[in-house]
């Protein structure tokens, strides 16, 4: 996953990140990114936001998983009643939050977008699971 984030980052700078820094289209400052480590390009700095995001993502599982092998929870399931509501909403924000913490600390994005973030790829996530599920490609929500 953080290796599809990378190259996938990159080539989303390498082909789009000066049209949209042009256009004024970016959430982040990708070349500033990469200038303050010494490059002066948009692909380092989409590839840095996205292994940031991909390692955040997976990290951000971590925590979540430990806590329900505690409660006795199965791998992919949520549990019952309201611990089960709990967890399938921490299921879907957990790696997204981590992930958007991780850009607030190492490349200061605004709280305003760390929360809008939040919201939009939590929803996203919760609507891709979703879409797996009924196509019989991911076995539980």
């Known amino acids: 996953m953080v290796l599809t984030c990378s190259v996938l980052g990159s080539l989303q700078g390498m082909l789009f990140g000066e049209w949209a820094h042009i256009n004024e289209l970016e959430c982040l ?16 700095g ?16 971590l925590p979540n998983s430990l806590i329900k092998r505690q409660l006795k929870i199965a791998p992919g399931q949520h549990g019952k009643k309201t611990i089960g509501k709990l967890f399938l909403v921490i299921d879907h ?10 850009l607030v600390i190492l490349f200061n994005i605004s709280w305003a977008l760390f929360f809008m973030g939040t919201i939009v790829l939590g929803i996203t996530h919760y609507v891709i699971v979703l879409m797996l599920y009924s196509f019989n490609i991911k076995k539980s929500l």
């Open 93 to 102: 924000l957990d790696s997204v939050i981590f992930s958007l913490v991780l």
């Open 46 to 61: 989409y590839l840095l936001v996205n292994l940031t995001l991909g390692t955040g993502y997976i990290l951000g599982e």
């Open 29 to 44: 400052d990708y070349l500033m990114i990469s200038i303050n480590l010494n490059f002066s390009s948009f692909t380092v």
